[in-house]
């Protein structure tokens, strides 16, 4: 029944139009659908993520988006210098920038939060 169709995720935030200056600005996404009072993320392969506002926002306490890069060390410091802030979570072995460095077969990983309090993550492309 859904084999073809062209599902998509979703979540909340609670202001639009934070979510799209961080979405587009800080982090160089192609966003669209802000006159509908929402928004895309476009990513690659013509995938995309719903963004919408909902007045009694909850962020969500897990990672809702993962960012693959080839290089986390080299993505945190160009988050950091547009003014992002990483997340330190106890139980994790996490060096001065916040980041978890795996070896193995788990990839490293660091965490920050959108506007909303959501919580992404920049993530080793091996994963």
């Known amino acids: 029944m859904f084999e073809d169709a062209k599902a998509f995720s979703g979540f909340s935030v609670d202001d639009i139009g934070k979510a799209k200056e961080f979405?587009?600005?800080?982090?160089?996404?192609?966003?669209s659908g802000e006159d509908k009072g929402m928004l895309f993320l476009h990513f690659a392969g013509d995938t995309r993520v719903l963004v919408y506002p909902k007045d009694n926002h909850?962020?969500?306490?897990?990672?809702?988006?993962?960012?693959?890069?080839?290089?986390?060390?080299?993505?945190?410091?160009?988050?950091?210098?547009?003014g992002v802030r990483?997340?330190?979570?106890?139980?994790?072995?996490?060096?001065?920038?916040?980041i978890v460095r795996q070896e193995g077969d788990r990839?490293?990983?660091?965490?920050?939060?959108?506007?909303?309090?959501?919580?992404?993550?920049?993530v080793d492309r091996t994963l």
């Open 86 to 98: 990483f997340e330190r979570y106890e139980g994790f072995d996490m060096d001065d920038k916040g």
């Open 107 to 122: 990839p490293s990983i660091a965490w920050f939060k959108d506007p909303a309090g959501n919580v992404l993550s920049v």
């Open 23 to 31: 979405y587009g600005q800080t982090l160089g996404l192609r966003v």
């Open 58 to 82: 909850e962020p969500a306490s897990f990672t809702i988006l993962n960012f693959p890069v080839d290089d986390v060390g080299q993505a945190v410091d160009a988050l950091t210098a547009r």
